[in-house]
């Protein structure tokens, strides 16, 4: 089957003043690295970061944030009492694809960034908003997968529930509706947490 290239439809449609934007749905994936070796628990992280003296000074009181991933255990126990709220843009169409494989990733950035038990999170006191944007990725199991129209919702929908902070640990190519809700957001003052790539050139 021979296709045409999406350029110049896209470009078409952009000069249409009834359409807001037009543009290729692009794919994202969630930032997931390989487990590692077993070893003695040492969060050298928070040593790096001096957590513990920011931790005397504020913990993420009230701070609400946001993991655009997929979906968060609410019932790990390092996470107890975290979980402000669940959205899901995902859709019916996904939704026992999820149920039957809900992913890890958005559970491990949340352990990250606010477990309060053996493991500990940089800011323990926040409140975390799961937004399941993503769904499982069945050839790299525990990572997900995106689409720009997910993303897109998931950001607006995330503000719009109070997030002060977004954590958007997943990559992807450049891409024009999801760096307007971004800008957006950030000119609402929304902090916002991304991801540069586990394989990313070192400098």
């Known amino acids: ?18 359409i807001q934007i037009a543009q290729p749905t692009y794919r994202y994936r969630t930032m997931q690295a390989a487990p590692a070796a077993s070893a003695p628990l040492r969060q050298y992280a928070l040593e790096r970061l001096q957590a513990d003296q920011a931790n005397r000074i504020a913990r993420g009181q009230g701070v609400r944030v946001a993991i655009i991933d997929t979906r968060i255990d609410a019932t790990h126990p390092a996470l107890a009492g975290r979980l402000a709220g669940v959205i899901d843009v995902i859709g ?17 950035l949340a352990g990250i960034i606010a477990a309060d038990g ?14 399941q944007a993503f769904m499982p990725d069945t050839g790299t199991p525990g990572s997900g997968t995106s689409t720009s ?18 954590n958007l640990s997943f990559a992807g190519p450049r891409d024009p509706i999801v760096g307007r809700m971004i800008r957006r957001s950030f000119d609402r003052g929304v902090v916002i947490v991304a991801a540069v790539g586990n394989d ?4």
């Open 1 to 18: 089957v021979q296709t045409r290239p999406l350029g110049p439809l896209v470009d078409l449609l952009n000069l249409d003043p009834r």
């Open 92 to 108: 019916p169409a996904g939704r026992e694809l999820v149920d039957r494989d809900p992913g890890r990733h958005g559970t491990a």
């Open 118 to 131: 053996r493991l500990r999170g940089i800011a323990p006191s926040v409140q975390l908003l799961s937004v």
């Open 149 to 166: 129209d997910k993303i897109a919702r998931a950001i607006d929908v995330a503000v719009e529930h109070g997030a002060r902070v977004l």
């Open 200 to 203: 990313g050139l070192e400098r």
